[in-house]
């Protein structure tokens, strides 16, 4: 059964780069037709949309965040990564990374396994 | 790009049935997926593609689309169905969560 782990700091400073990975367990993150994605939530508000990354490397990044984001796979440890420059208080959130499953379209694609999330906090 | 508009907040009585709408862009939306989400747990989701229940969720929940506003129906409603659902699509090369709605079971 495939799952899903997210690991990182906890407390990121302002203005530094917030790193976090995920490791896929139960399953290859090199399955040809799966994305791999990034959703966070600040407390008490809903989801946010981060950035998608395809098996064989394409990426997708919500237009709001662009700037500051960075997806990437390392396939020899069945990881993919979150990187997000010069973060601030309002990057404070529980992050989740998530497998994107499907085939035919990509609007044919849903988040059909979640990790647990991890909470990063933003402060001096 | 446009939002997607989920009500803020559906009650409904327990054994009843709850519906929570996900309205979109003028040109409608299509293949909408649905996600429940309990405090503190991450989200699951509990329809794909407006219509599909994946393996292990109840046959309570089910999903409908006009065109313009796609439906998550909860029959029989439990007291464990309260939670967030949202809505998502995928449009123009990005996912689009909507903004929520909380479910309470009187």
């Known amino acids: 059964q495939l799952q899903l782990q997210e690991s990182g700091p906890r407390l990121v400073k302002p203005s530094e780069t917030l790193s976090l990975t995920c490791t896929v367990s139960g399953g290859s993150i090199r399955r040809s037709s799966d994305y791999w994605g990034w959703i966070r939530q600040p407390p008490g508000k809903g989801l946010e949309w981060i950035g998608s990354i395809y098996s064989g490397g394409s990426t997708y990044y919500s237009p709001s965040l662009k700037s500051r984001v960075t997806i990437s796979l390392d396939t020899s440890k069945n990881q993919f990564s979150l990187k997000l420059n010069s973060v601030t208080a309002a990057d404070t959130a529980v992050y989740y990374c998530?497998?994107?499953?499907?085939?035919?379209?990509?609007?044919?694609?849903?988040?059909?396994?979640w990790g647990r999330g991890t909470t990063v906090t933003v402060s001096s | 790009s446009y939002e997607l508009t989920q009500p803020v907040s559906v009650s409904v009585a327990l054994g009843q049935t709850a519906r929570i709408t996900c309205g979109g862009g003028l040109s409608g939306i299509k293949n909408v997926h649905w996600y429940q989400q309990k405090p503190g747990q991450a989200p699951v989701a509990v329809i794909y593609r407006d219509t599909k229940r994946p393996s292990g969720i109840a046959e309570r929940y089910s999903g409908s689309n006009s065109g313009n506003t796609a439906t998550l129906t909860i029959s029989g409603a439990q007291v464990g169905d309260e939670a967030d659902y949202y809505c998502?699509?995928?449009?123009?090369?990005?996912?689009?969560f909507g903004g929520g709605t909380k479910l309470t079971v009187l």
């Open positions: 998530a497998r994107e499953w499907g085939y035919s379209g990509r609007d044919f694609y849903y988040m059909d396994v």
């Open positions: 998502q699509v995928w449009d123009s090369s990005l996912w689009m």
